[in-house]
Every structure is written in structure tokens, then in C-alpha cells.
């Protein structure tokens, strides 16, 4: 029996423990890119996680096995056509029911982006679906490396293209393309599982995006990638390997950051050293790289924060917690029908008629910022008496329009009146003898002139209420007698 270690004290005594892939996987080599030191707690300690919100890599495994349910269906019944419909709900209503995620949001989400896929490329032929998940097992530099394809194609008669499905709210840059090592081991097996083929691509199917993100490696391309793999392999595997930890946007969702020490101290460093002078860029570079390291994990801690406040705004109105109060603001996307604004705007235009409206407009459906620039040119043509009227009549008729598309919900916020200290809140104190978690406070009033409406602001170390005309005062007023 192998003698139990305790990974966290192994991980405080940075211990030579020995370590050995059994195999090695394109996720596996990512995750060390991304950050050595959760790949030793994921792979070499085998350390436990944390609760993690792990939401989004259960929604991408999801969608995953949908279309994996869909393309055996097609290879099955060696279907040629459009898929459907009942097949794409069905499969979808499959991988969902198998899956732990709950909530209307997650389905709809999820049943869009599956059948909108299908949408853009309705027609199948199971003859040019060469497998589905396909796992492989490659020798590169004598190294075995394990993998999963989402899907194989065969374009023409001796090419094979490989569709890795992804759910990323972002695009891949330039750059990310060009060095990822998923595509790079894929490539290398892909002439190797199929020796008859002579052409070989990778694609990233961008669900979000509609969009198709095309790799290719050239021969030389591939010699320089199976050697990096190889040597990133052995430097995993050598004898006191740096397992430090890398911080960067992704650690707040990284299932170990709460026992990350590098990602613990920058939440709680405060950098105070500036370069001397702004003549010293070598200082200015350190400066800007120390707070870009601290930026990176604080902005993901703050979206992971975010992310659970927002849920549970989901189920109240708004929260109350300690000196602050939170509510959701929805975010629309405003457009608008294309032919009822033309004829709108052409009606009350002086100079333009429908064709010259339709010319400086294009699309199905037209966006907020193109009908304004014309919306603005036709306010300015009304001055003096009843332009007032004018105005309104227009605003309102544009407004009947106007199609708003939820975007996203904004977390907003704001000091309760409760944060402010009884001594300096004159007017804004609550009466005597009141619960102080009572919701019907008072407003505040402007701690410059009383008046109201006013917002709470915290500056210059203090906090006060401003109204509208006193809302750049950056320091608090003076109080009498001290």
C-alpha cells in the first residue's frame, strides 16, 4: 500500500515527488500553459477542489454530447438530408436531461446555440462523417499522447478536416491559433489514423459566434510542434520542475484558487512602489507589469463575486449587505423593423425621401445608433412655437418602434443610507428610536445645499450625499464646530 501524503503539506514543503504520465492530453499540456502549478494540484498531488462554480465546463460537455447523440444518429441510419427537427430536440433534450445543470436560462441558452448550428448547415451526408468522438492513442517522440475528436469529416477525396466544437464567449486571436497545442497534437495524429488522406485541417466551430475558426500547420510548422510538445512533456516529468503558479484572468475560476498562495497574496498586496520618474521606462515597465499582474486575478475574482451576487438577485429585488446595496439593470439592444423606421423618418424628414433614408440605412434590422443620427437631424429642424410637440409626437412614434433585445443584467452598486456615520449625516440620520434595517429610510439629501434627489459617493476617505449640481465635489464639506 502506497503511504498516504498529504498533498497540502506536501505542496508547503515544494517536496521532489516523483511524477510520471501515464498519458498525455492536449487539455492536460493546456492546463500546464496556462498555470504549472494547477496542473501539479490537478494531475501530480491529485488534490481535491474546491466547489468551484465548474457551470461553464458542464454546459460545454452538454452541448458536446447533443452532437455526439446527433451524428451517431446520422452514421446509424446512414442518413442523408436535412436533420429533423424532432431529432435536433430530441438528442438536445437527451444531453440536457444527463447533464446536473438546471434553470430555464441554461436550457434556452443551450437549445439556441444547438439548434442555430443546424440552422446554418441543415444538410448531413453520413458517407463525408468519418467518426464521432473519436478517441486515439499516437506515439509522438515515443511519448503517448491521448485524445478525443469531437468530429471527423472527409472534404473531397483525400482530405480529412477535424470540428472541435467550442462554447467561448470569445474568439481565438491570431496568435492563440497559431501556437495552440490542441490543434498542433491533433494534426500530428490525424496522417497517422488516416494514411490515405493527404490534406489535413483543424476547425474550431465558434457556437456563439457563428463562425468557423480554420488551422492548418505546415510541415514545418508540425516538426517544430512535435518537438515543443515532447520537451513540454519532459519538462513536466524532470526532477524539481517549476510548479509556480502563473495569475492571470482565469484564476477565479480555477478550482484551486482558494489554496493558491501567489493568487491569495495579489487579492491582498497593495504596491506602493512608483517609478521615480516617468524618463525611467525599464521602472515604468516593472510598475506596469506588477499591477497587470494584480489587475488580471482581481478582475476574475470580481466576476466570480459578480456572477453570485447576480444569482441571487435573480430571486429578490435587490441586496442589502453591510454598508452596500445591489440591484440588476438590464442592458438592451435597441433596432428597429427596416421598413417602418424608412417610412418614419422619410415622413418627417424636410430633405430626405424613403430612397435616400433607405440608402444611408442597410440591413434587415436597423440599430439604435443609425436611427439617432438621423433622428437628430429631424429634432433640429423644429424651433420656436410647437416644436416641443413636434418633438414628442416623433419620440414617441420612434419609440413604438424600437425593438429592445436583452442583452446582459449589470450588477449596480450604491451606498446604503445606512453607511453613512449618524455624526456627519445631519438631515440624512434616521429618527430616533427607528430600526436602523428598516427599507423606508429617508433620502438622502446633498450635503452641500439639503436639496434632493442625492446620491451617496465615498471620496477623499469620507462619505456624503451630492445632488446633480454638486455631484463633482471630490471632498466633503466643512462642518461647523469641528
Known sequence: ????????????????????????????????????????????????KSQTDMSAAEFGIMIHSAFEIVFDWVRGEEFVGVIPEEKIVESYRVAFDEASLVGVDVFREGFDLFRSYFNRHPDVDHWNVLDVER???????????????????????????????????????????????????????????????????????????????????????LDVARMYVADLVRRIESEGADWRAKLGPLCGWCPYSDRCFEYRDALARNDEIVAASNEDLVALSAERERINQRLKPLDSRKKAIDKILKARLTEVDRLELGEYVYDLTPINRTSYPLADVIEL????????????????????????????????????????????????????????????????????????????????????????????????TPPPKCAFCGSTPAKLVERSGARFAVCQVHSRKRKPPKVSGG
Open 1 to 48: 500500500m502506497k503511504p498516504t501524503i498529504d498533498p497540502w503539506q506536501a505542496l508547503a514543503n515544494h517536496p521532489a515527488i516523483p511524477f510520471e504520465n501515464e498519458h498525455v492530453s492536449p487539455s492536460r499540456l493546456k492546463t500546464y500553459e496556462n498555470c504549472p502549478k494547477r496542473f501539479r494540484y490537478q494531475y501530480v498531488l491529485e488534490a481535491p
Open 135 to 221: 478517441e486515439f492513442e499516437v506515439e509522438i517522440e515515443g511519448i503517448p499522447f491521448l485524445g478525443y475528436m469531437d468530429r471527423v469529416d472527409k472534404i473531397g477525396k483525400d482530405e480529412i478536416e477535424i470540428i472541435d466544437y467550442k462554447t467561448n464567449r470569445m474568439l481565438f486571436d491570431r496568435h492563440e491559433l497559431a501556437s495552440d497545442v490542441q490543434a498542433s497534437i491533433y494534426l500530428l495524429a490525424a496522417p497517422i489514423l488516416w494514411p490515405w488522406a493527404k490534406r489535413f485541417s483543424f476547425r474550431f466551430d465558434m457556437l456563439r459566434f457563428d463562425r468557423a475558426q480554420v488551422v492548418t500547420r505546415t510541415p514545418a510548422e
Open 345 to 440: 423618418l422619410a415622413r418627417y424628414h424636410d430633405t430626405l425621401d424613403e430612397t435616400a433614408v433607405r440608402d444611408r440605412l442597410c440591413g434587415k434590422t436597423i440599430g439604435k445608433q443609425e436611427v439617432d443620427a438621423i433622428a437628430s437631424e429631424i429634432r433640429k429642424q423644429w424651433e420656436g412655437k410647437g416644436s416641443r410637440a413636434k418633438k414628442a409626437q416623433f419620440s414617441l412614434e420612434l419609440t413604438e418602434l424600437a425593438d429592445l433585445e436583452f442583452v446582459y443584467a449589470r450588477l449596480d452598486s450604491r451606498l446604503s443610507s445606512k453607511a453613512l456615520p449618524s455624526s456627519k449625516a445631519g438631515a440624512n440620520a434616521l429618527p430616533a428610536g427607528k430600526d436602523k434595517h428598516v427599507d423606508d
